[in-house]
C-alpha cells in the first residue's frame, strides 16, 4: 500500500468496485462518513468489498444521510481468502471483541465460536460478531473479512469435523502438555489446512482434553512453562503458525 | 504447579520465605485477603517474592488492617530471572497495562519505556507500570516480576546500548520490511541475548528507522503481510522468539 493511501478511512461495502463506477452508500455508513469523519465532496476514502481489492475514490456527494462517491482507481489487488480456521470458547464482551480484532489482524478465515464446559458466555450476537471483523479489517488494512460460522459445541465440532473439514487438521493449545516449543510439530505440517482451537479462560475440562487427544484429526501443542489468557494464546498460536507455516513467508 | 493450588489466591510480597516462618502483611494486601477475597484463619494462599519460589501459606490471624500467615511449604522452585529485554513506546491507559500484562505473561524480563517520535504518551506512572507488572506475574502464576526500568528516549536507548546492553541483539518489528517470516532470522539467534523494541501506534519515523538500520546491533524482522496493531506485534514477537529461541524449550 502506497504510503500516500495509509491515512485514508476505509470502508467494507457491498457492490462491486470498478474504475469508473459510482456508489451510494446507506444510512450508517452515510452517517459515518460525512458526520462523524466529516468528509466533504472532494474527500478521499478507500472501499474494499472482500472481492475486488481496494479502490480509491472521492465523495461526489456528501449528505449524512446519503453520500455518493465515484470510484477513481484499484490501490491494492484482492488478497486470497484464508484457509485458516480458528475456533475460540467466546469471552465476556470487550475481550470478545478484542479476539475477533486479533483474529482479523491475523490472518484468519474463518472464525467460529466453540461452547465448552467451562465456557463463560452463552449468548453470542453473530451480527456483532460480524460488526467487529469488519471494523478490524476496516482499521487494518485487511482486505479479506473472516467468515463468521454459527456457533456449536464442542462435542459436535468433533463429531462434524472429517465431514465438514475434511484433511483439516486441528491445533489445540494443551495447558497440560509438558512445557515445549511447537516450531518443530508446525514444520510438519506445511502445506497442510489448519485449524487452531482456544480453549476458554478455565481451561479444558479433563473429559474434554481426553476427547480431542483421541481424534486422529487433532495435535495438541504447547504455548511455553506459562499459563496465558486465552487471548494471548490466540495471538500467540496464530504468530507461530503464520510465521512457520501460514502466509508471513 | 499441581492442579489443588491453581485456584488459590497468590501474592507477591517482598520478604523471604521459608518453611516454619510467618509474616504479616501490610495494610493495603491485608484489606485485599481479608475483605476484598474474603479470606479467613485457615485458610490458603500463594506468596512468592521472585527469589525463594512459591510457598503455600495459612491465614493465622484475618484483621483487615494486619493479616498474618504461617508458611508451610514449597510448592514451586524459583524460575530463573528472564534475559529478554522488551522496549515498547508507551500507549494510553488501558492499552499500556495491557502491554504490561502480555509481557509478563510471555517471560519477559525487563520492560522498558522508549519515547518515540510518534509516541501519544508523555507521562508515565513508574508505579503503575510496576503495579501492573506484579497483578499480571499474581494472576498468571508467574514467579518473576519484570523490572521496570525508567523510561527512555530512542536516540538514548541507540547511544547507550552498547555500554548498557552489552552484546545484546536488539529486535525490531519494522513495518518496512517486506512481509517475510523471522524464523530462519531467530534460530541464528539461538544462544544470544535478546531485545524487543516495539513501536508506536503510528509506527517509527524514516529517520528513525534509519538510525535504527544503522546500528550494528540491530535486527529489523517482518511481521509478515499485515499491519498489527502495537499489542498485538508485541505478544506475536515474542512468541517467535521464545518458542524458537526462548524458554519455550
Given at each position: 500500500?502506497?504510503?500516500?493511501?495509509?491515512?485514508?478511512?476505509?470502508?467494507?461495502?457491498?457492490?462491486?468496485?470498478?474504475?469508473?463506477?459510482?456508489?451510494?452508500?446507506?444510512?450508517?455508513?452515510?452517517?459515518?462518513?460525512?458526520?462523524?469523519?466529516?468528509?466533504?465532496?472532494?474527500?478521499?476514502?478507500?472501499?474494499?468489498?472482500?472481492?475486488?481489492?481496494?479502490?480509491?475514490?472521492?465523495?461526489?456527494?456528501?449528505?449524512?444521510?446519503?453520500?455518493?462517491?465515484?470510484?477513481?482507481?484499484?490501490?491494492?489487488?484482492?488478497?486470497?481468502?484464508?484457509?485458516?480456521?480458528?475456533?475460540?470458547?467466546?469471552?465476556?464482551?470487550?475481550?470478545?471483541?478484542?479476539?475477533?480484532?486479533?483474529?482479523?489482524?491475523m490472518?484468519?478465515?474463518?472464525?467460529?465460536?466453540?461452547?465448552?464446559?467451562?465456557?463463560?458466555?452463552?449468548?453470542?450476537?453473530?451480527?456483532?460478531?460480524?460488526?467487529?471483523?469488519?471494523?478490524?479489517?476496516e482499521?487494518?488494512?485487511?482486505?479479506?473479512?473472516?467468515?463468521?460460522?454459527?456457533?456449536?459445541?464442542?462435542?459436535?465440532?468433533?463429531?462434524?469435523?472429517?465431514?465438514t473439514?475434511?484433511?483439516?487438521?486441528?491445533?489445540?493449545?494443551?495447558?497440560?502438555?509438558?512445557?515445549?516449543?511447537?516450531?518443530?510439530?508446525?514444520e510438519?505440517?506445511?502445506?497442510?489446512?489448519?485449524?487452531?482451537l482456544?480453549?476458554?479462560?478455565?481451561?479444558?475440562?479433563?473429559?474434554?482434553?481426553?476427547?480431542?487427544?483421541?481424534?486422529?484429526?487433532?495435535?495438541?501443542?504447547?504455548?511455553?512453562?506459562?499459563?496465558?489468557?486465552?487471548?494471548?494464546?490466540?495471538?500467540?498460536?496464530?504468530?507461530?503458525?503464520?510465521?512457520?507455516?501460514?502466509?508471513?513467508?
Open positions: 500500500m502506497p504510503r500516500s493511501h495509509a491515512h485514508l478511512a476505509r470502508l467494507f461495502v457491498e457492490p462491486d468496485l470498478a474504475a469508473g463506477g459510482n456508489l451510494t452508500l446507506g444510512k450508517d455508513q452515510s452517517l459515518y462518513l460525512a458526520a462523524v469523519l466529516r468528509k466533504g465532496v472532494g474527500d478521499e476514502v478507500v472501499l474494499f468489498n472482500g472481492r475486488d481489492g481496494a479502490w480509491l475514490c472521492r465523495l461526489t456527494g456528501d449528505s449524512k444521510k446519503s453520500v455518493t462517491l465515484e470510484i477513481i482507481e484499484q490501490i491494492a489487488p484482492q488478497t486470497p481468502k484464508s484457509d485458516f480456521w480458528y475456533g475460540f470458547a467466546p469471552l465476556k464482551s470487550e475481550r470478545l471483541d478484542y479476539v475477533v480484532q486479533k483474529a482479523v489482524e490472518g484468519v478465515g474463518t472464525i467460529q465460536p466453540v461452547m465448552t464446559q467451562f465456557t463463560q458466555v452463552h449468548r453470542l450476537k453473530p451480527d456483532r460478531l460480524s460488526a467487529n471483523a469488519v471494523e478490524a479489517a482499521q487494518c488494512e485487511v482486505l479479506n473479512v473472516p467468515e463468521i460460522a454459527a456457533e456449536i459445541s464442542l462435542d459436535r465440532l468433533l463429531a462434524d469435523w472429517p465431514e473439514h475434511g484433511t483439516r487438521t486441528l491445533l489445540f493449545a494443551d495447558e497440560g502438555e509438558a512445557s515445549s516449543s511447537p516450531v518443530a510439530a508446525l510438519r505440517l506445511a502445506g497442510q489446512s489448519i485449524g487452531l482456544i480453549g476458554p479462560e478455565g481451561g479444558f475440562s479433563d473429559a474434554e482434553r481426553e476427547k480431542l487427544h483421541a481424534q486422529p484429526f487433532v495435535i495438541p501443542i504447547s504455548l511455553g512453562p506459562r499459563i496465558l489468557r486465552a487471548d494471548t494464546a490466540a495471538v500467540a498460536a496464530m504468530a507461530l503458525i503464520q510465521a512457520i507455516i501460514g502466509d508471513w513467508r
